[in-house]
């Protein structure tokens, strides 16, 4: 093999790795996904009432908008049931949210917009302010955290 050949061959080499090594992170894709949590926990005040499992399911496109149009939330030690679906959110430069995210518990209904953190695939919600309405039994001083790993 010629010096210049030799040359080329170790450019296009180098030229290859730079190349897969500043490769951005996967993105989120045009499809349906499934986000899942083990750790979905209710707060009343600083007092955790209950730790469940979560599933949301929905649509997202790829630019990190998403719509939640099923939700689960299982193991909390009473019935919660997800309403007011679909629930619209995005991924997008490290933040994440959730408009109208709403959850009836014990004749209360829970809503609230939540913010958190994206770091593709995992996005987490930490402490998020929920709103309680439907009888003077219903805590206003409620928060929400749960750290969702999507699958698309």
Known sequence: MSRSAKLAAIVATSAAAVALTAAPAAAWTTAPFTA??????????????????????????????????????TGCGVAVTPTGLPWSGSATGGVATITAFKMTALGCTYTGNLTGTEAEPVITFTNQSVTGSGSFLCFNNVSVSATYTFAQ
């Not at 600083?46 to 939700?71: E, H, I, K, Y």
């Open 36 to 73: 899942t949590s083990s750790n979905l926990v209710v707060k009343v005040g600083t007092s955790t009432v209950a730790t469940c499992s979560s599933t949301l399911g929905g649509n997202m496109n790829a630019s990190g908008a998403f719509t939640v149009t099923s939700a689960t939330a």
